[in-house]
């Protein structure tokens, strides 16, 4: 019930629809809020940080910032793949900070309205399902809708804090 009124919050209202950007990881669909995204970029380089956790890419420079980029894939306990043609980057807007995001492939922007969006089931689980807000039906798949920063661990937080103290120091 919360969820669709957090939905509301954190997508734009216009028009009654909600806009998202649809990005594929393993054959399945999710979707972020275009609000939080800033941009979506080929894979590039990325500079591997040591001692962090798996999921955790590493930094890459985009246009003189510094930007800590996790793995989606293994984020979500799935299969690595190796990086394809398709493959992306989404920079996120998560003020005050810019993270990136590798996905397979991102697919489409899609305007929703909120009754398009069923809330999040509950799923009986050791580990929280708060980070997704709602699901759409599209095309005969089913599309999760994310809360991206409810996804990040207190670990990826604190990961990513160290690395904006110590390029802002740099």
């Excluded at 919360?2 to 909600?18: L, P, Q």
């Excluded at 800033?38 to 380089?45: D, K, L, M, N, Y």
């Amino acid at each position: 019930m919360s969820n669709n009124s957090e939905i509301k919050k954190t997508a734009s209202s216009k028009g009654g629809s909600n806009r998202f950007l649809v990005f594929n990881l393993n054959d399945e669909s999710y979707a972020v809020p275009l609000l939080k995204v800033r941009e979506v970029i080929a894979q590039t380089e990325i500079t591997p940080v040591p001692y962090t956790p798996a999921h955790f890419k590493g930094v890459m420079n985009l246009r003189g910032q510094v930007i800590s980029v996790i793995d989606m894939r293994l984020k979500f306990k799935m299969k690595a793949k190796d990086a394809s043609g398709e493959t992306a980057i989404i920079i996120l807007d998560l003020s005050p900070v810019s993270l990136g995001v590798v996905v397979d492939s991102v697919t489409s922007v899609v305007a929703l309205n909120e009754d398009q969006i069923s809330p999040s089931p509950e799923i009986e689980s050791s580990i929280s399902t708060d980070y997704i807000t709602g699901i759409v039906r599209m095309d005969g798949k089913l599309i999760l809708i994310l809360e991206i920063e409810k996804t990040l661990s207190l670990d990826d937080l604190s990961s990513m804090r160290k690395h904006i103290k110590s390029t802002a120091a740099a």
